[in-house]
């Protein structure tokens, strides 16, 4: 395989830096000790357990593995920092310790390469915590070469390309994504507890519905249909509750054919909860609960900041309805001229809001929100009271018809959660849905078609039923102190380099 291996070698593009370590690499195969035939490891102890409790550790024998991050040292005395999973070790090494065969092997060893190092924990005369190596033995040879500083590389966005690189040279990288493993797990623990049931639901779908997103389309060859990835999971698991499930959950994937930015990727994770015999309110406690947990889980305080502003998710936490919030901020009392489409496209004008011609009050006063309000809630903030025009799966105001029972959680300028009294009626359902293919036929590729089936889901009876759905990137993106959406997916979407 060696052989096999050189000769394809020999066609390919290689830096000076790859070829001396393919060499190497050749040169031990040829010894009879080839690293990657090595399938295993002796491995007992981690890197923090050692640092953590070094009175513990102190002269026992231990056996670590992982990658080099650094080697120093020259004639018979060698220092390396050896990097796992749960942080840096020292290991100290010494020639009369090893003998001439292991030490010399030893030293043709190179950064980036995965060992195992067998021997007693010690503090050195500089006081670092290290293991005085007896044994020693390479699991796996790099033949790439570590770069020396990898954000300082002319492309940033090799750092998303090559995630496996970036986590190797940025230990507050892993971090992250150790915090984002608390915080799902965290949700799934509250949620749990809570009697809820964890399902799945389809991710292929042949009609794009429960938000208002433009979906991907991909083709089923057995059944020769055009299918769409799920842009939400709400009309799934509302059928659940029909069921009598009563409180469901899923966490997954969706997929929005739509921009990208600091807080958009076209495949995003999401919770998704839907609570029966309960409301608007219920979901504001289960949000701030879960929000709140999971801040205390990741950083064990709820008063973190975010991009050098200070954030408290104390609770509870602030409410304000839509109208007012406009009227706040953009000084105009929308409640004044309630449905009257008219004298809010005069409004937009003076606000210089761009209105379509299907816009409505409803419309405007939204578009308003968006231009005049969200980058100024900071603090968390549940917006309430939504115009009933982009809102066509939540239950109307009682004695408003012209708004629902609805709100979005801020945080720092930004959409967090988004919450509902479900709409439960399938006569006023299916109206709304019809308003949308209207809105579809005026070139509003983003609005929801009929569901025939969810309809008549609810025309069997839906109990009166919380929903929330809440951004799953962008609460790790909060509590980890994350500029980019890019920063808390492992593997974000890329356009491809050019060849």
């Known amino acids: 395989m060696s052989e096999q291996n050189r000769s394809i070698t020999t066609l390919e593009n290689v830096t000076e830096q790859q070829q001396i370590r393919m060499d190497k690499l050749f040169a031990m195969q040829d010894a009879g000790r080839d690293p990657f035939m090595v399938n295993t490891s002796d491995r007992d102890t981690y890197a923090k357990d050692i640092t ?3 009175e513990e550790f102190e002269g026992k024998t231990v056996c670590v593995a992982g990658r080099i991050k650094s080697k120093r040292g020259k004639g018979k005395v060698m220092f390396m920092d050896l990097w796992d999973v749960s942080g840096k070790i020292q ?7 090893l003998g001439e065969e292991a030490y010399a092997g030893l030293k043709k060893w190179d950064i980036g390469d995965i060992v195992e190092i067998k021997g007693y924990v010690f503090r050195t005369q500089m006081g670092e915590v290290s293991i005085h190596s007896t044994e020693v ?3 796996a040879k790099s033949l790439l070469p570590l770069p020396e500083k990898f954000h300082g590389l002319k492309d940033p966005d090799l750092r998303y390309r090559q995630r496996y690189v970036d986590m190797i040279m940025n230990p507050e990288v892993m971090e992250t994504f150790r915090k984002r493993t608390k915080i799902v797990s965290e949700i799934r623990k509250y949620l749990d507890s809570e009697a809820y049931f964890e399902v799945e639901t389809p991710v292929l779908n042949t009609i794009a519905g429960g938000a208002a997103a433009r979906p991907f389309i991909t083709h089923h060859n057995t059944l020769d249909i055009d299918m769409y990835l799920r842009i939400a999971t709400e009309l799934y698991l509302k059928r659940l509750i029909v069921g009598g499930m009563e409180r ?3 966490i997954g994937r969706l997929f929005r054919n739509e921009g990208m930015d600091t807080s958009h990727n076209p495949e995003f994770t999401t ?3 839907y609570e029966a015999y309960t409301d608007l309110r219920g979901m504001m ?3 701030e609960q879960i929000v709140n947990r999971c801040c205390m889980a990741a950083n064990g305080t709820d008063e973190i900041e975010y991009q050098g502003q200070e954030i408290s998710l104390k609770l509870p936490f602030a409410r304000m309805t839509m ?9 105009v009392d929308f409640s004044e001229f309630m449905g009257d489409t008219e004298k809010a496209k005069e409004v937009a004008k003076v606000l210089n809001i761009e209105v379509k011609p299907t816009d409505t009050w409803g419309n405007i006063l939204n578009t308003a929100f968006e231009e005049y309000v969200e980058e100024n809630l900071v603090q968390p903030t549940f917006i309430t009271e939504y115009p009933v025009e982009v809102s066509p799966l939540t239950k109307r105001l009682e004695g408003n018809p012209l708004m629902v029972d609805r709100f979005e959680l801020f945080v720092t300028g930004r959409e967090l959660a988004n919450a509902y009294t479900e709409l439960n009626d399938p006569l ?3 109206k709304r849905f019809e308003h949308q293919m209207e809105l579809r036929a005026a070139g509003d590729d983003e609005a929801n078609e009929i569901d025939e089936d969810f309809l008549t889901a609810l025309s069997y009876g839906m109990p009166p039923t919380g929903g929330m759905g809440m951004g799953i990137d962008r609460l790790v993106m909060l509590l980890t102190d994350s500029a980019s959406i890019r920063d808390v997916i492992l593997f974000p979407t890329m356009k491809p380099l050019s060849d």
Request: charged content about 40%; overall charge negative.
């Open 248 to 250: 469901v959950y899923e």
């Open 323 to 331: 109208i007012d919030a406009v009227k706040k901020y953009a000084n």
């Open 52 to 54: 953590d409790s070094f």
């Open 285 to 287: 406690e289960r949000t």
């Open 428 to 430: 006023d359902q299916r």
């Open 91 to 97: 290991i100290f090494s010494k020639f009369d310790d």
């Open 137 to 139: 033995k390479l699991l």
């Open 271 to 273: 919770i998704e909860i």
